[in-house]
């Protein structure tokens, strides 16, 4: 059974509400043809410098978190997440962070395109670690990659909803250093 994190306001109750309600439908609820369907993506953090991952996306016109759909057969977020995180970013490394539990549920309005309709995306967040921010080159020329603090990636991100998942990660992180700073 699929866990969802537990919702902070109204806004994310009715998400969660949604959601629950593809979990169970036909064919699953990762089906792209779905007009609301799941997408498992991630923040990818480097710890020791409390720094955050963000790529661009064209169709979005955004800078946003890495991940995106199921391959077919495919039905673990996590697994989808770091697939889709490697792929994209090219880390080899990426491991759960600071455990495997999803950080956000957020549902993202996708535009239409020339090959599919506006839909939506039950986007469900989880963050991932590496160890060699170096080693990041983007999957595409046209999806650059960004190492920034968290304000910088509030600053640079338009998405409301990155924000909050910044936040989140930026909460997280500034407790394992002052723990790290403590032991």
């Known amino acids: 059974m699929l866990v969802l994190p537990e919702p902070r306001n109204a806004v994310e109750a009715v998400d969660a509400e949604r959601t629950r309600k593809i979990l169970d439908g036909p064919g699953?609820?990762?089906?792209?043809?779905?007009?609301?369907?799941?997408?498992?993506?991630?923040?990818?953090?480097?710890?020791?410098?409390?720094?955050?991952?963000?790529?661009?996306?064209?169709?979005?016109?955004?800078?946003i978190l890495v991940g995106g759909h199921a391959d077919p057969g495919e039905t673990d977020p996590l697994a989808i997440a770091l697939r889709e995180g490697a792929e994209e970013t090219g880390l080899t490394d990426l491991a759960p962070w600071p455990d495997s539990s999803p950080l956000h549920l957020v549902i993202v309005p996708v535009p239409a395109a020339p090959h599919e309709p506006a839909h939506e995306h039950a986007d469900l967040r989880f963050m991932l670690a590496t160890g060699s921010p170096d080693a990041v080159r983007p999957e595409r020329e046209d999806a650059p990659l960004r190492w920034l603090t968290t304000t910088e990636a509030r600053e640079l991100t338009t998405e409301a909803n990155v924000r909050e998942t910044l936040d989140r990660a930026a909460t997280l992180l500034d407790a394992q250093h002052a723990d790290s700073r403590h032991t």
Do not use: S
């Open 28 to 63: 699953g609820p990762w089906g792209r043809e779905l007009p609301l369907h799941l997408t498992a993506t991630a923040l990818i953090v480097h710890p020791p410098t409390r720094r955050v991952l963000l790529r661009w996306h064209a169709r979005q016109h955004a800078w």
